[in-house]
């Protein structure tokens, strides 16, 4: 069963911030936070984790709140190529676990 | 650089054939894995293997799925006697060692079973 729940669909306009929402209370002290998406008829592809600090890289932003109960990914300038089913999961760096995907959020981009 | 390819793209098989998916992982990746991706749903694991080691076949539905890396490089999935269950698109996902590492997808190949 996945560990994180999110919503099933948001939207957004071309050029604002995406903030994506995603709950994972039972997380475990040593269990990282990813996130990957899918865009349609591709395969899932990589975006972004972390444990509990704040992350940022080209693609998009983690926010982790303290107690680590959830997360929001921040696309911060969304296009229409960011549309797409974004899946949140939580995983055990550095030991034998599969991804646990989920059904994901889809976002829209909107022109 | 290349990345994860999986052929065929696309496959129909009458039930109770057999088939056999093909994945070839980016060049000295360690770990492979295997996962089933259902219309409207997210990929579900099937099978884990570091370089020829099968180490995790949990995700397996039934004996008539099956899987190997023989050299430790490309992975071949096979589902024997097709079922109409079977249609899904299956990913093939790779990574540098464990599962710790950023997995890599292919593209998937999508199976119908008439």
């Known amino acids: 069963d996945a560990k994180t729940t999110q919503p099933p669909s948001m939207d957004c306009a071309e050029g604002r911030a995406a903030n994506l929402p995603c709950n994972h209370s039972t997380i475990s002290g040593n269990e990282y936070v990813y996130w990957y998406r899918q865009i349609h008829s591709q395969g899932p592809q990589y975006i972004i984790h972390?444990?509990?600090n704040n992350e940022t890289n080209e693609m998009a932003s983690l926010i982790i709140t303290e107690d680590r109960k959830s997360s929001t990914l921040i696309l911060p300038h969304a296009t229409l190529r960011d549309t797409a089913v974004y899946y949140c999961i939580v995983n055990p760096a550095g030991a034998n676990s599969k991804l646990t995907f989920g059904k994901g959020i889809t976002l829209s981009v909107r022109p | 650089g290349a990345g994860v390819s999986q052929s065929p793209r696309y496959k129909v098989a009458k039930r109770g054939q057999d088939v056999a998916l093909r994945c070839d992982p980016i060049?000295?990746?360690?770990?492979l894995f295997w996962y089933q991706q259902a219309l409207g749903q997210g990929p579900e694991f099937l099978t884990y293997?570091?370089?020829?080691?099968?180490?995790?076949k949990s995700g397996l539905p039934s004996d008539r799925f099956f899987a190997e890396r023989p050299e430790g490089s490309v992975s071949t999935l096979k589902i024997q006697r097709t079922q109409q269950e079977d249609s899904a698109v299956y990913l093939c996902a790779s990574s540098l060692q464990g599962w710790a590492d950023t997995q890599y997808f292919g593209p998937g190949t999508r199976l119908t079973v008439l």
């Open positions: 060049s000295g990746h360690v770990s």
């Open positions: 293997f570091q370089n020829e080691a099968q180490l995790d």
């Open positions: 972390g444990l509990k």
